[in-house]
């Protein structure tokens, strides 16, 4: 019986190559010179250091075209408020991935709704789809392609 998993994963490698770019990018730029900028990546957290909320814009710009340069998409990301203090100021950007429960609900639900002979079934962080027939479970590609979800998906396992 044909089926395939609904994911939303990221690609870590690309992520910190991403990143690494962009400490780069900012530690040879005029603007950014002696301000001490960086970007720290620790347990799924960017964190954004510079000396004023100015530049912590500026590097959350960096950040996301050095991220849609290796096509991760924005979507992964999740930025906190830009917290300042004395001698800077800080952002932290959360990386979410998986899918949650209430998620993996809703989806289910789309796909239930659109009434094709499909069974769909949520494993965990991932939602598995089976159906007789391949062109329904392509159908169901298609419509979650077209519904316009706050988390990047992938249709991986595809299974005949």
Do not use: C, W
């Not at 002696?34 to 814009?57: E, H, M, N, P, W």
């Not at 906190?80 to 203090?85: D, N, Q």
């Not at 998986?98 to 809703?106: N, P, S, V, W």
């Amino acid at each position: 019986m044909p089926s395939f998993d609904i994911v939303s994963e990221l690609n870590h490698h690309e992520l910190t190559n991403a990143i690494d770019q962009a400490n780069r990018e900012v530690t040879n730029r005029f603007d950014f010179k002696g301000t001490d900028s960086s970007y720290i990546f620790k347990d799924d957290v960017i964190t954004l250091y510079s000396q004023s909320d100015f530049q912590v814009k500026q590097m959350m710009d960096i950040l996301k075209t050095k991220l849609v340069k290796r096509s991760i998409d924005l979507k992964f990301l999740e930025a906190g408020p830009i917290l300042e203090s004395g001698k800077g100021a800080r952002q932290e950007v959360k990386v979410r991935e998986g899918i949650e429960t209430a998620m993996a609900k809703k989806i289910v639900k789309m796909i239930k709704d659109t009434k094709m002979k499909v069974q769909a079934a949520i494993q965990g962080e991932k939602v598995r789809v089976t159906g007789k027939k391949r062109d329904d479970l392509q159908q169901v590609i298609q419509m979650l392609k077209k519904a316009d979800l706050d988390i990047p998906l992938q249709y991986v396992n595809f299974r005949d």
